[in-house]
């Protein structure tokens, strides 16, 4: 039996908060930050040059996790999906120990590196400063998740796309702050205006331990930090350092493009022009396996303007476009040769990025230009250069690893530590495997023989590579990334 | 066939995204929200968790429970949720639901398992007497299931042995309410946290456990928030002075307090000696301390101790507030004693923001507190009280000599009977012993042993996989009634949807299981609604301290919750009284408040070489007890997935242990393996912290079976463990 009882929606407000009048300082800042208070942003329309942004005050926060599950309700997130998280970091000898929690989901930063990337342009910073993600647009290739060095946007598996916080804009819309900042029990959570240029010239507030520095994209969340801060603290999440995810066709991708390359720029006959056009005709066709949402991959040539991954796959394309047209036509093989060899740059570039430390080096064009060295030129006949390809590709793989170690930061440091610690039998047999190539190429020895040596030590090379790297990201709880849990 | 096969391949060719599964609709009152949330009507009542008692709104659509919010005129929590209440919804469709009735594993028909458990009751009882049959319920029913529950069991049933699980919570403020001003009740409400000056939170930590009280703790006008734990808890870090009290230290750091509120002049015995009974007692008592001896029992220095008790003495309002790390010790009765005295001694008690406060565990521990039948009669009428027997057999118009002589068995002392094959049938309603109680494998024999087990509940638990008989019932969202919170607020609870297969409301068993026993005519005539309970409940309570008379349903809703006592009559506010003992006069005889001198005892189980750490349990915000909802709300489980173990980076270090390493956890009772090490200084050096919700790595199977004598309570927060590091990877 269900009893209906009558509540007065017009009753309800959707922002309840009138539990005492607790601003969202308690500690030592205690001015109550500006902005939409408890009657909606309508009531403070922002003026020229002002975007809306979330503030956040760490002394208020008590960890109950309520923005998050209020997150999930109101956008009807399924269970993984997680566009809030609370994190948690700690420092001090007990009793004097302090734990603080930083709630965060997306800054809305001024310099969006999301938007910058993505290929498809499905990014868009809209004129109240959310930035908005276009679902129709998003191809599910999750550039912007290596991006954000916050590790905002997140892959969706029911709907191959990426998805994030928009601040509630269907809110926004109607006068009503985001479900986060309704629903937090202590008002450690607010939306607030700020003045863009302002926080563009000054943007320290946007800083908080452990959280990457807002110089990146400018983060605009406003962090309020209690004024007891140990000077050493760390991340509850710190402990759980594990690989991330292979991404198994942009592996084959990277490596069988890199190795047509080798064998365009080194060709010598028909045969090889022909291996050459099917071994770049065979990654592209690979790499549609890593999009959530292949049918659209044509969105990908959307922004050559900013997206180094738009101008890899422009780049690619035109590759294997001429690597079929140079088996007709022999004429054909230089310009191939050049636009590969400008795709391996493209592809190596779009890796280096700040939210991926280990990848976001010189380096990393180095490794990817070593690997179509070593492989192509096998084919061809060339062993001393294939031989000096697969020693630079190890040499400038040691090379990171001492670069990553100087930094004494988990994203850092913790890359050469899985490649080292975790992946120890992985990353011993690829070098024995180079170093076996480099001796059957000098050696005379059969060319199939080094082929499958050398081979192996890059197919291994390069699944280390995707997995052996740490994100920036925000501080996590001590369950983040443990089996089951949110990133 | 076809349709389903291009429909795949357009999911993993991405044509689509989605977007029609995450659309938006706007409601008035509400704004925009997920469309699978959308909702077709609001049905407003009280969250099933915790005993803050928030109101909650559950929204409905199709007889589904989609979402819920806080209601935003309810005065406990004014809109707010924590994380469990703003997921509850999905408890009620959750997996795990009890269906169908089942008897010895087979599903049977409600009347097939109502006769298997009535004739088998009655079998054992004719054989063995009332002795051998024994009930142990919960916190979590409404009220009127408690009167119901209490009727038939003491008087239909005629069972002597009756307890409920807020034996594992509560019992020990019950008993030192009881012993220092007569009866239980809390004497002071929520809204003195905001009126006080210094707040005392003592063993609390409600930043976990009563996530919506945290923010009168907050703002502006926040009190001096004292906290003393022996923890660095999520409470701990929002307090102005924290006191890391060493486990059972308290009762020192107490007898220290007050020797300094004495000795410093704060407190004036002379003027209070004629107020208080016991006075002679206590001084004498703390002639034997100092405040070097209390600071050392403590484990804080004298400077601090001083601190602390210059802080409460020189406080106009000074509320202390205590819940489980108070409670759950062997001596729980007799701290909550202390601390009363604490209270009358300056003058703390039934003044706006001054009181001692014990803040509840369960959703509706009060409720059974109140109108059940264990610790007391209904009504808290005591069982040795020779007018308060006649007053009750008056008004149900029975013989006074059908009301038990005693209170019967407690909860632990169920337990023990059944290991020794006194008790043989066993009923148990809504609780789950199995991970709750302590020391789980004497547990797990006990249920075993009995020769009819029965287990009421909503959900698949480890201890209806024990039961000889299942009985399916609805659960919080399904049922009418009434909670009872930590203030002594009065909310209704609401079904918002129908029970899910064959299930029934606690209610209806209880009437169909009278029925069968033949007691229904008697005890429950004319029932067959929660309503015709709490109407009754109404006259018995009459008169009472816990006075519902001028409480009904309506008026419920009117006010967003009664507080009791509220008798008829224009005198009482609509929200009834906010507080006890405003007059001073207590429930006692003399009508004066009784002072208790305590002497504190050492741990039982204490570290010693071979288990050389101290363990204390405790809980997380995401989870609810033995996660028997929470375990099953994906969100939660995701936040809290497993249960892990504190360590201070000292002693980690010297078992080369590091955070998120395996560790094995030993004492003499039992092991836990294979559990998450978490290396934190929130925990002293020497001690270690488990959370005790988890079935897997159930703390329970190391804690002490040792209870508090007078509340019989379980000692859950101190007893030795050894960790050692786990082999394999």
């Known amino acids: 039996m269900t009893t209906v009882v009558p509540v007065d929606l017009a009753e309800v407000s959707a922002v309840p908060v009138r539990l005492g009048a607790k601003p969202s300082a308690v500690g030592a800042h205690s001015a109550v930050p500006t902005g939409i208070s408890t009657r909606g942003p309508e009531l403070l329309p922002l003026e020229a040059g002002e975007q809306y942004r979330f503030g956040f005050s760490m002394n208020a926060c008590i960890g109950c996790h309520s923005c998050e599950v209020a997150c999930a309700e109101q956008n009807g997130l399924p269970a993984g999906t997680t566009w809030r998280r609370v994190g948690e970091i700690e420092g001090g000898a007990y009793p004097e120990t302090k734990r603080f929690h930083l709630s965060m989901s997306c800054n809305h930063c001024l310099e969006p590196a999301c938007l910058e990337g993505c290929p498809t342009n499905a990014y868009e910073k809209l004129a109240n400063g959310v930035v908005a993600h276009h679902a129709e647009d998003c191809i599910g290739c999750q550039y912007c998740t290596w991006n954000c060095p916050y590790s905002v946007p997140a892959f969706q598996p029911d709907r191959r796309i990426v998805t994030k916080c928009d601040l509630c804009q269907p809110r926004l819309a109607e006068g009503l702050a985001p479900a986060c900042v309704s629903a937090c029990p202590t008002h450690a959570i607010t939306i607030e205006r700020v003045d863009v240029a302002a926080w563009r010239a000054d943007h320290a507030e946007a800083d908080a331990p452990h959280l990457p520095s807002a110089d990146i994209t400018i983060s605009t969340t406003r962090i309020e930090l209690p004024a007891d801060v140990p000077l050493e603290t760390f991340s509850a999440s710190d402990w759980n350092l594990r690989p991330e995810h292979p991404h198994w066709p942009l592996v084959w991708l990277t490596l069988v493009s890199q190795f047509a390359v080798g064998v365009s720029a080194t060709v010598d006959g028909s045969g090889q022009r022909i291996m050459a056009a099917a071994l770049a005709m065979a990654a592209m066709a690979g790499a549609l396996l890593h999009l959530g949402r292949p049918a659209v991959a044509w969105k990908a040539f959307r922004n050559l303007r900013r997206s180094w991954l738009s101008r890899e796959v422009a780049l690619l394309s035109l590759y294997g476009g001429l690597a079929a047209a140079a088996v007709p036509l022999d004429a054909l093989r230089w310009p191939a040769a050049a636009a590969g060899c400008a795709g391996i740059y493209a592809s190596a570039r779009l890796y280096i990025v700040p939210g991926r430390p280990s990848w976001n080096s010189p380096l990393t064009v180095v490794r990817f230009g070593a690997t179509a060295v070593a492989l192509g030129p096998i084919v061809t006949g060339h062993r001393s250069i294939a031989a000096a390809g697969t020693a630079i590709a190890l040499i400038a793989t040691a090379l990171n690893w001492a670069r990553l170690m100087r930094t004494p930061q988990q994203p850092w440091w913790g890359a050469v530590r899985l490649e080292l610690r975790w992946f120890t039998t992985a990353t011993s047999v690829r070098f024995a495997l180079g170093v076996a190539g480099i001796v059957t190429l000098l050696a005379g020895a059969p060319l199939a023989l080094s082929l499958v040596l050398v081979a192996c030590c890059e197919l291994i090379g390069r699944w280390l590579f995707y997995v052996a790297v740490v994100p920036l990201n925000m501080p996590g709880a001590f369950w983040r990334g443990a089996a089951g849990t949110h990133r | ?729």
């Open chain 2, 1 to 729: 066939m076809m349709a389903g096969r291009l429909q795949r391949a357009k999911d993993v060719l991405g044509f689509d995204d989605g977007a029609e599964r995450y659309t938006y609709v706007t409601e008035p009152g509400r704004g925009p929200v997920s469309a699978s949330r959308a909702v077709d009507h609001w049905v407003a009542s009280t969250c099933g968790y915790c005993s803050v008692g928030c109101g909650i709104l559950i929204g409905v659509t199709d007889d589904r429970a989609v979402a819920v919010q806080g209601d935003p005129n309810h005065p406990v929590n004014l809109g707010r949720l924590c994380p469990k209440g703003l997921s509850e919804h999905h408890s009620i469709h959750a997996d795990g639901r009890l269906l169908q009735p089942t008897v010895h594993g087979e599903p049977a028909t409600w009347d097939r398992a109502i006769g298997t458990v009535v004739d088998g009751f009655r079998d054992l009882i004719d054989r063995y007497g009332p002795e051998s049959v024994a009930v142990l319920s919960t916190g979590q029913l409404v009220t009127e299931e408690f009167y119901t529950l209490g009727k038939l069991v003491r008087l239909g049933m005629g069972l002597h042995h009756y307890d409920g699980n807020t034996t594992l919570c509560m019992a020990s403020a019950v008993a030192g309410y009881k012993r220092s001003f007569g009866t239980d009740g809390p004497p002071g409400c929520y809204d003195d946290f905001g009126l006080a000056d210094v707040v005392v939170l003592w063993g609390a930590n409600v930043a976990d456990n009563h996530p919506l009280l945290a923010p009168r703790l907050l703002g502006p006008n926040r009190p001096y928030l004292i906290t003393v734990d022996p923890r660095v808890t999520k409470t701990a870090m929002l307090a102005d002075l924290h006191v890391p009290v060493r486990p059972r230290g308290d009762i020192a750091l107490l007898n220290g307090i007050l020797v300094v509120l004495i000795e410093e002049g704060f407190v004036d015995v002379d003027e209070i000696r004629e107020t208080v009974d016991g006075l002679d007692d206590l001084l004498e008592h703390l002639a034997g301390w100092t405040v070097e001896r209390a600071a050392e029992g403590a484990g804080i220095t004298t400077g601090e101790l001083q601190a602390v008790a210059r802080r409460i003495g020189a406080a106009e309002r000074c509320t202390l507030a205590w819940t489980m790390g108070v409670n759950h010790s062997v001596q729980g009765t007799e701290t909550v004693t202390l601390l009363n005295t604490l209270a009358v001694l300056t003058g703390n008690v039934g003044r706006e923001g001054a009181s001692p406060f014990s803040i509840t565990g369960q959703c509706n521990a009060m409720g059974t507190r109140e109108a059940g039948f264990t610790a007391s009669m209904p009504g808290y009428r005591n069982y040795d009280d020779p007018a308060a027997r006649a007053e009750l057999a008056a008004l149900w118009g029975i013989a006074e000599d059908r009301l038990p002589a005693e209170r019967g068995r407690a909860y632990p002392d169920i337990i023990n009977a059944v290991v020794s094959g006194k008790i043989k049938g066993l009923w148990i309603i809504a609780t789950n012993p199995v991970v709750s109680y302590p020391n789980r494998e004497t547990l797990e024999f006990a249920l075993k042993s009995l020769d009819l087990l029965v287990v009421q509940d909503g959900f698949q638990t480890p201890t209806t996989e024990l039961a000889h008989v299942v009985l399916p019932a609805a659960i919080w969202g399904e049922k009418d009634g009434t909670f009872t919170n930590s203030e002594r607020r009065v909310s209704r609870v609401r079904a918002a949807v129908p029970p899910p297969g064959e299930a029934r409301s606690d209610f209806d068993i209880f009437l169909a299981i009278a029925q069968r026993w033949g007691c229904r005519d008697e005890l429950f005539d004319g029932w067959h609604r929660p309503l015709d309970a709490f109407e009754e409940w109404r006259r018995v309570s009459a008169g009472r301290p816990c006075d519902y008379s001028g409480i009904t349903w309506d008026r419920i809703d009117a006010a967003g919750g009664v507080q009791w006592p509220c008798p008829p009559g224009e005198h009482v506010p609509i929200g009834g009284t906010a507080r006890l003992y405003t007059d001073m006069r207590v429930n006692r005889p003399s009508g004066k408040p009784m002072l208790f001198a305590v002497e504190p005892k050492p741990i039982r189980d204490a570290p010693r070489p071979d288990y050389p750490l101290l363990l204390n349990t405790g809980r997380t915000v995401e989870h609810w007890h033995t996660r028997t909802k929470t375990g099953r709300i994906a969100i939660l489980e995701g936040l809290s997935p497993e249960a892990w173990i504190e360590i201070h980076p000292d002693d980690a270090s010297d078992l080369r242990i590091r955070s998120g390493d395996w560790v094995d956890v030993a004492s003499t009772r039992g092991r836990v393996d294979r559990i998450r090490a978490r290396v934190t200084a929130t925990v002293r050096a020497g001690e270690v912290f488990v959370p005790f919700h988890w079935d897997d790595r159930c703390a329970n199977r190391l804690t002490d079976d040792e209870f508090d004598p007078i509340s019989r309570e379980p000692n859950y927060k101190q007893c030795a463990v050894r960790v050692t590091r786990s082999t394999g990877r």
